[in-house]
Every structure is written in structure tokens, then in C-alpha cells.
T-cell receptor, first 109, second 115 residues
Framework: GQQVMQIPQYQHVQEGEDFTTYCNSS?????IQWYKQRPGGHPVFLIQ?????EVKKQKRLTFQFGEAKKNSSLHITATQTTDVGTYFC?????????FGTGTLLAVQP | DTGVSQNPRHKITKRGQNVTFRCDPI?????LYWYRQTLGQGPEFLTY????????KSRLLSDRFSAERPKGSFSTLEIQRTEQGDSAMYLC?????????????FGNGTRLTVT
């Protein structure tokens, strides 16, 4: 079955440093979504990418969808303590989303 | 903003007992999903409904699990003869599906502990 992997599993940064998480699917995706889950919370939708090679920005966050639509990345510029949490990519067909393994981001002030 | 509501928030049960969880989605959303999440893992797809029809169920899902959405509004997830391996956070999500994929709105989940 379809698998979605993320690296790294865990990243610890100093506040102000940049952060990137990478997402790879075993199959071609029709779209990819990114979610953030704060400790003790539930996943919250961040963004959706649909087109091959698409790049979207939300303030300090930059999301990219690979040309082959099998990989994606999330880059955070100048991390802040409010960025702490687990970032999940989720991809698949229109019927269901398969979530990645997640990257836990810790930010030291 | 009513959001997705799940009850109960926590459930502790003894192995072998049956449990039932409830999810109330955002009212105008036609799709409802159940996911399961264990510590350090991403949400694992269990099943989903479009209106009252259950359209897909994970092949990994045991026959002990059953879900319903009788009137296309709230949904229930029942686990029969619970096992310790069923201990997890059970997340419900809803979405407004028109064409193509749409964002999932998650509830706060029900944490199940099987002793």
C-alpha cells in the first residue's frame, strides 16, 4: 500500500534558525496537504498543494511540491518558539489522506 | 465556530469490553473520517463516510471495529472485545467535499486506554 515517509523524525533548533522537513511518497500523489499538531493537540490544516512543482508561502513558511508529485518539503525561516510541534504531510487521492510519519520540531529560546 | 466535537475525551476500559465513541462533524460537511494515532506516529486512516454511506474501510481494520453514520450527521465508532493494542487516540475529522481533495478539520480526539 501507499506509504508516506518524512525526515527527519526530530529536529531541535535554536530560535532564529531555519528548519526543513521532507516528505516522500511511494506513489504519485494527486495532491499533498500539510498539518501541524501542537503537543497535546490535534492536527490543524496548514496548506494544500496540487500542481507539479508548486510553491506556496505563508509568512515564514514555504511549501513545495515536487515535479514528479512524489515528494514535498516545508521550510520555516527564522523559527520562533510558537513553531514548536509536529509537522505532518498527508497525501493521496481524493478519497482519503495518508499521513506521513511526522517531524517533531523543538525550538530552544 | 462549532468545530468537530468528539465524546468522550478519555475512555479507560478493561480488555474484552466494548466501547463506543461519538463524533459530531461540522454541520455542513458531507465527509467524515476516522483516524487512529499512537504516540510518535501520524494519524492512521480507518474509514470514511460521504453523507451516510461508508465508502472505504482500511484493510488493516479488524472486524472488531465498526462505524456508522446513520443520518449523515454524527458518527459512532465501536470497538468490540477491546485489546491492549487498541489503546490509542481516535481522531475524527470532517470535510466539505465538492471536487478534488479538501482540508480535514479534526476534533480533539478520544483517548482510549485498555487495561
Amino acid at each position: 500500500g501507499q506509504q508516506v515517509m518524512q525526515i527527519p523524525q526530530y529536529q531541535h533548533v535554536q530560535e532564529g534558525e531555519d528548519f526543513t522537513t521532507y516528505c516522500n511518497s511511494s506513489t504519485t500523489l494527486s495532491n499533498i496537504q500539510w498539518y501541524k499538531q501542537r503537543p497535546g493537540g490535534h492536527p490543524v490544516f496548514l496548506i494544500q498543494l496540487v500542481k507539479s512543482g508548486e510553491v506556496k508561502k505563508q509568512k515564514r513558511l514555504t511549501f513545495q511540491f515536487g515535479e514528479a508529485k512524489k515528494n514535498s518539503s516545508l521550510h520555516i525561516t527564522a523559527t520562533q518558539t510558537t513553531d514548536v510541534g509536529t509537522y505532518f504531510c498527508a497525501g493521496g487521492a481524493t478519497n482519503k489522506l495518508i499521513f506521513g510519519t511526522g517531524t517533531l520540531l523543538a525550538v530552544q529560546p | 465556530d462549532t468545530g468537530v466535537s468528539q465524546n468522550p475525551r478519555h475512555k479507560i476500559t478493561k480488555r474484552g469490553q466494548n466501547v463506543t465513541f461519538r463524533c459530531d462533524p461540522i454541520s455542513e460537511h458531507n465527509r467524515l473520517y476516522w483516524y487512529r494515532q499512537t504516540l510518535g506516529q501520524g494519524p492512521e486512516f480507518l474509514t470514511y463516510f460521504q453523507n451516510e454511506a461508508q465508502l472505504e474501510k482500511s484493510r488493516l481494520l479488524s472486524d472488531r471495529f465498526s462505524a456508522e453514520r446513520p443520518k449523515g450527521s454524527f458518527s459512532t465508532l465501536e470497538i468490540q472485545r477491546t485489546e491492549q493494542g487498541d489503546s490509542a487516540m481516535y481522531l475524527c475529522a470532517s470535510s466539505l467535499y465538492r471536487q478534488g481533495s479538501s482540508p480535514l478539520h479534526f476534533g480533539n480526539g478520544t483517548r482510549l486506554t485498555v487495561t
